[in-house]
């Protein structure tokens, strides 16, 4: 993903200051899907003005600009949208950790597990809460498609956990093994 289609799908749902997409990337898009600061947002918005796929639709006091998405712009995030992730170099920190939980002793890593299990439940119980909370919420409107996402990061949270509890338990039963 890049900051370009994060910014040209926030703007085809609504036209945006900078200062609000900022904020948007502060929120639970940051928390859970991508990270960006105004220091990368802005220069972006200028470059993807110059590339004719966002136009200034409101200049408003001290320079504020309202944002909105063009034909061009959709167009652009469609494309991506359809287009299947980039095979290439993956960078997963947590993969990484779980190929180098071996360089633990193993009583380090059933704390590491039990940790990952822990978090993993607290997150997905998190998002339930938000989806309950929003259960009225039509998918077609802005915060519906945040539900989408809500309940796409509740199965990869419940998957991660279950993987965890397998480990931890098959970690047990090896070193249960190895002590008699």
Do not use: C
Not at 78 to 83: G, K, S, V
Not at 172 to 177: D, F, G, V, Y
């Amino acid at each position: 993903m890049s900051l370009t289609h994060a910014l040209l799908g926030l703007l085809a749902v609504r036209p945006s200051s900078g200062y609000e997409l900022t904020k948007s990337f502060e929120g639970d898009l940051g928390r859970y899907a991508w990270q960006a600061g105004h220091t990368s947002i802005y220069p972006e918005l200028n470059r993807l003005a110059e590339r004719g796929l966002v136009e200034v639709t409101h200049e408003g006091a001290r320079g504020s600009r309202t944002y909105a998405v063009t034909p061009e712009g959709r167009a652009e995030l469609r494309e991506w949208l359809f287009a299947p992730p980039r095979a290439g170099r993956v960078r997963n920190e947590q993969v990484l950790r779980m190929f180098l939980i071996s360089a633990l002793d193993p009583k380090d890593a059933l704390i590491l597990l039990r940790g990952i299990a822990e978090r993993t439940r607290e997150g997905a119980d998190e998002l339930r809460r938000i989806r309950v909370e929003n259960d009225d919420v039509p998918f077609t409107s802005p915060e519906g498609f945040g539900l989408l996402a809500a309940e796409f990061g509740v199965r990869q949270y419940d998957a991660v956990h279950s993987w965890a509890v397998w480990a931890i338990e098959r970690l047990e039963k090896e070193l249960a093994r190895a002590q008699t």
